[in-house]
């Protein structure tokens, strides 16, 4: 039982090269959020999926898109990265708006760095 | 739109209490939560509130929420250098599916 599993752990990009972010749950939940932590700025909102076929806009949206490949999936994609999303990035996972005791558990992290 | 902050850094010698301070802006949140995160991890959920509670205590935890002000309080007893840490502040905005909004959390130091 893995809870939330993200890859890569760490990731060097060079501006203008793309990549996808991989998160994925085995607890059967149905809301999933990518955010970004930077210093000083705390943990950021860049998308959410509240359930399977849905994507809203967090805080910070631009630069990115997701998708929300299946209930279990939830992937991170940046088109054409830049230095700003040098950031650590986080995923997680709650189980619903349903449930109103809804502990939101995280991913490891992603630590990547644009140059 | 939804805010939520706090101060960034918190130092105190070890057996002192902690109070780390939280403000909200969204009147619709129905839990507030607090979570802690150690260096290199992801963050861990230490204790809630439900938004009609005043006060929660959780062990060497207490919550005190003031839904007037908008102003939550995480008070840890007794503090211990294993306590030392990032401390976020979270706010569940559930007539937004759902949407959770972290403040930027304090770092905890405790001083031997």
């Known amino acids: 039982n893995a809870g939330v599993t993200q890859t890569p752990k760490f990731q060097v990009l060079k501006t203008g090269q793309s990549m996808t972010l991989q998160c994925a749950q085995d607890m059967n939940h149905n809301s999933m959020y990518w955010y970004r932590q930077d210093p000083g700025m705390g943990l950021r909102l860049i998308y959410y999926s509240a359930s399977e076929g849905t994507t809203d806009k967090g805080e910070v949206p631009n630069g990115y898109n997701v998708s929300r490949l299946n209930k279990r999936e939830f992937s991170l994609r940046l088109e054409s990265a830049a230095p700003s999303q040098t950031s650590v990035y986080f995923c997680?996972?709650?189980?619903?708006?349903?449930?109103?005791?809804?502990?939101?558990?995280f991913g490891q992290g992603t630590r990547l760095t644009v140059v | 739109g939804e805010d939520v902050e706090q101060s960034l850094f918190l130092s105190v010698r070890e057996g002192d209490s902690s109070v780390i301070n939280c403000t909200y802006t969204d009147s619709s949140s129905t839990y507030l939560y607090w979570y802690k995160q150690e260096p290199g991890a992801g963050l861990q959920l230490l204790t809630y509130i439900f938004s009609n509670m005043d006060m929660k205590q959780d062990q060497r935890l207490t919550v005190l929420l003031n839904k007037k002000d908008k102003h939550l309080s995480l008070r840890i007893a007794d503090t211990q250098t294993g306590d030392s840490a990032i401390y976020f502040c979270a706010e569940s905005i559930d007539n937004q599916g759902g949407k959770l909004i972290f403040g930027q959390g304090t770092e905890l130091s405790v001083k031997p």
């Open positions: 997680a996972t709650r189980i619903g708006t349903g449930e109103k005791r809804t502990e939101a558990f």
